[in-house]
């Protein structure tokens, strides 16, 4: 942890389910700490009481807005954690901006404010699509199974590319199914995993296909 004392860290999407544990996290920490989320401020609090927090309610897909913020400036790290969940219903062209556009116009932010902080880029395990080949590992070929993976993809490819060419310092994790332990429902029951642990410990049916 001593390498986040008296950074500044930034984390978009930190009201979310992984963003605010990884607040929590932080809050423990002094530092300095961003929280970028454009939702509805919510009563939840980060736990902690170290850390000097800001928080900011910027819309990523604002490229004018993000033109005029100088909120990036001296930032260390970048944990991007703004997107939206898998939904089949949704217009592929909006799916695109929540989970492509946000993240590339966040660095064309950094690359034109001349800053280089270290950027967590939140991807999915869904780009390998279903594959016969288990333990899955960064060896197995990328199969996207629907254009939500397919725009997370061209997340990485984004990152890869001003990492090569701009210098920017960047890592992507490919996470599976998230679960765990929040005190907060609305994000709660939209972890599928958390959901069959609910229905198991109150005696429920559990369906699978």
């Known amino acids: 942890m001593k390498e986040y004392i008296k950074k500044?860290?930034?984390?978009?999407?930190?009201?979310?389910?992984?963003?605010?544990?990884?607040?929590?996290?932080?809050?423990?920490?002094?530092?300095?700490?961003?929280?970028?989320?454009?939702s509805k401020k919510s009563v939840w609090k980060p736990k902690g009481s170290k850390a000097?927090?800001?928080?900011?309610?910027?819309?990523?897909l604002n490229i004018?807005?993000?033109?005029?913020?100088?909120?990036?400036?001296?930032?260390s790290y970048i944990f991007h954690l703004a997107g939206s969940e898998i939904n089949y219903d949704r217009d592929i062209y909006e799916d695109y901006r929540l989970n492509t556009?946000?993240?590339?116009?966040?660095?064309?932010?950094?690359?034109n404010l001349n800053v280089r902080?270290?950027?967590i880029n939140a991807s999915a395990a869904m780009i390998y699509g279903l594959t016969k080949d288990l333990p899955v590992n960064e060896n197995?070929?990328?199969?996207?199974?629907?254009?939500?993976?397919?725009h997370k993809l061209y997340s990485e490819e984004?990152?890869?590319y001003f990492s090569k060419n701009y210098g920017f310092s960047t890592i992507s994790l490919r996470l599976s199914n998230v679960y765990g332990p929040i005190n907060r429902l609305d994000y709660f029951n939209k972890m599928i995993l958390n959901k069959i642990i609910f229905l198991a410990y109150t005696n429920n049916i559990i369906y699978y296909f």
Do not use: M
């Open 64 to 75: 004018k807005d993000l033109n005029k913020t100088t909120i990036f400036n001296k930032a």
């Open 140 to 150: 197995n070929v990328n199969n996207p199974p629907s254009f939500w993976a397919l």
């Open 158 to 160: 984004y990152l890869r």
């Open 8 to 38: 500044k860290i930034i984390i978009t999407g930190g009201r979310g389910f992984i963003g605010s544990k990884l607040v929590d996290f932080f809050s423990n920490i002094d530092c300095s700490l961003v929280i970028i989320d454009r």
């Open 117 to 119: 902080p270290k950027i």
């Open 52 to 60: 000097n927090i800001e928080y900011k309610k910027i819309d990523l």
């Open 101 to 111: 556009l946000s993240l590339l116009n966040l660095l064309l932010t950094c690359k």
